[in-house]
């Protein structure tokens, strides 16, 4: 069992910075791919991006390459989110996900644990 908890959602000014932590507990974090994805309201959940185990692959979505950076620190049970360049079509509530497949998952349905999401709220 993976118990995942996000943080450092909030409101901010188109152009702008934020880095989310997904913290999760248990001693097998490192035998997880995490991903994260957001949910805009009215909106289904969508992918942005992974980091494999040992944080040596990651992977994104289009819409966000080159501003969102992915990394892992299995020390620590963390995964960061960078996001750069923030623009209002970045607001959503963000949701870190845990998966004990071995490729770096996509899609929902692959990823067995789910944090509550934080909400990130990008002003124009």
């Known amino acids: 069992q993976v118990q995942l908890v996000e943080s450092g959602g909030g409101l901010v000014q188109a152009g702008a910075s934020l880095r989310l932590a997904c913290v999760a507990s248990g001693r097998t974090f490192s035998s997880y791919a995490v991903g994260w994805f957001r949910q805009a309201p009215g909106k289904e959940r969508f992918f942005l991006s992974v980091?494999?185990?040992?944080?040596?692959?990651?992977d994104y979505a289009d819409s966000v390459k080159g501003r969102f950076t992915i990394s892992r620190d299995n020390a620590k049970n963390t995964v960061y989110l960078q996001m750069n360049s923030l623009k209002p079509e970045d607001t959503a509530v963000y949701y870190c996900a845990a998966s004990s497949r071995w490729a770096s998952p996509t899609l929902v349905h692959e990823y067995n644990y789910w944090g509550q999401g934080t909400q990130v709220t990008v002003s124009s």
């Open positions: 980091i494999s185990r040992g944080g040596g692959f990651t």
